[in-house]
């Protein structure tokens, strides 16, 4: 093997070399990139694994918050369920469950569904909500079930 044939075939191993190496660099990166991956995949499932259980707690929530609305005053067993209503909540809250705040926020279409409008001659009230017609929660973060509102729209006929 002459000198200039054994300094190239050391220049190609060389190439080779840098070529293993920089597929290696990147299949380790993409190793670690799947490894990220996957455990972000996992948080997010254990964050909302429960989802479905909750959004068929939240109608029973909903109805209890609703029959203490019209309960009598005067009645012993309101305590009761008052004090039930408040365990209920603080389990919701534990497991990331938020009431969606609405009655007078600027409607916001990612938190809330507007089923209907009310006119107004006030043009500051404009876009606002004007009731919350049922309750949005959220869970982690994410809207589960979007607030029902209806919405103060500006009377233009004026």
């Known amino acids: 093997m002459t000198e200039k044939s054994h300094k190239q075939k050391i220049t190609e191993d060389e190439e080779k070399t ?6 290696y660099l990147r299949a380790l990166a ?13 948080e997010e ?25 019209h309960a009598p005053a005067d009645d012993k067993w309101l305590e009761g369920v008052k004090h039930v209503l ?7 809250a534990e497991a990331g469950v938020v009431e969606i705040t609405a009655a007078g926020q600027p409607f916001d279409h990612a938190l809330m569904e507007a089923i209907e409008t009310e006119d ?22 994410k809207v589960i079930i979007p607030a ?10 004026i």
């Open 148 to 157: 029902r509102v209806s919405v103060y729209k500006l009377n233009k006929e």
């Open 45 to 69: 499932f254990a964050r909302y694994a429960n989802e479905s259980l909750i959004r068929d707690f939240i109608p029973v929530y909903d109805y209890l918050k609703l029959s203490l609305a």
């Open 86 to 92: 408040g365990q209920f909540k603080k389990v919701l």
């Open 18 to 23: 840098d070529d293993f190496k920089i597929k």
């Open 120 to 141: 107004t001659d006030e043009a500051d009230k404009d876009n606002l909500v004007a009731r919350e017609l049922k309750t949005g929660y959220s869970l982690n973060g």
């Open 30 to 42: 993409d190793y670690q990139n799947l490894l990220k991956q996957t455990a972000r995949e996992k």
